[in-house]
């Protein structure tokens, strides 16, 4: 049965400071900041009972707080290059058992997803349960959900040296799965051909179009209706196909060689 829980909390990781597209979890369409329409798709999720908004310690990221408060959503404030530490630091000031992990760049995210994920964690008793881990993910860029125990992202926080095991909450899960029991949750057959994350402005094009002809006539679309959208208009789809996903994470793997070099 599921159930809506205190010690499941969604930690939604957040910036203005991106440097493709800045200002862009605040972007409007039609007049509503894109991670104003994110929080209330994951309030939908049956099993989440606390949605925190993870940010920066910068004062650019104020804007942020403010929007949060609008929506009546808790904000923790943290180191802006070791994500993995505002994790953990915000994870224990919430008293999280679970962390579901999200980030502000899929405004589209379906809780349905998010659902599925969290019962596959639970079900199967494990650390840590992911729809993204590469490489050959099934699921479309910007529809993202990881979920993983308190203790195992303790272990991660005391553990976790690399650059980008700090910069990236999870590569830790990934890189030592024999420390943890890990696993992904699948399609039968795979959309990952399709992007609707928001990192580009070609990114924002397309998820502009989709809220616009979506959350007028149904607010709770699906994943599914989106891609059924995509389908009858693949001029859209098409606008950001091109763009390589995760491109961030070469730039920190590309850090720890440096890193290990000086060591």
Not at 107 to 122: T, W
Not at 190 to 215: A, N
């Amino acid at each position: 049965m599921k159930e809506k829980s205190p010690g499941i909390v969604a930690i939604i990781q957040a910036r203005l400071g991106s440097s493709r597209l800045p200002g862009k979890v605040l972007k409007e369409v039609q007049g509503r900041p894109l991670l104003s329409y994110m929080l209330e798709r994951v309030a939908q999720s049956a099993y989440i009972g606390q949605i925190v908004v993870a940010i920066t310690n910068r004062s650019q990221d104020d804007p942020i707080v403010d929007c949060c408060h609008k929506e009546g959503i808790a904000v923790f404030r943290g180191d802006e290059d070791d994500a993995l530490d505002r994790y953990y630091q915000c994870a224990s000031s919430f008293h999280a058992d679970t962390i579901v992990r999200l980030t502000a760049d899929c405004p589209l995210m379906d809780p349905k997803v998010i659902d599925a994920v969290v019962a596959e964690y639970i079900s199967g008793n494990y650390d840590y349960v992911a729809n993204t881990i590469p490489p050959n993910a099934t699921f479309p860029d910007g529809m993202d959900v990881e979920v993983f125990s308190f203790a195992a992202l303790e272990r991660a926080w005391r553990e976790a040296r690399k650059p980008s095991e700090r910069e990236h909450v999870t590569f830790y899960f990934w890189k030592n799965t024999d420390c943890f029991k890990t696993h992904r949750y699948d399609l039968e057959e795979s959309l990952s051909h399709y992007r609707l994350t928001v990192d580009y402005p070609e990114d924002f094009e397309v998820v502009s179009k989709i809220l616009s002809e979506l959350y007028p006539r149904n607010a709770n679309f699906t994943m599914q209706d989106i891609i059924s959208f995509l389908m009858r208009h693949p001029e859209i789809q098409k606008n950001n196909a091109s763009i390589a996903s995760n491109q961030g994470w070469e730039v920190s793997l590309e850090k720890d060689k440096h890193t290990w070099r000086e060591i």
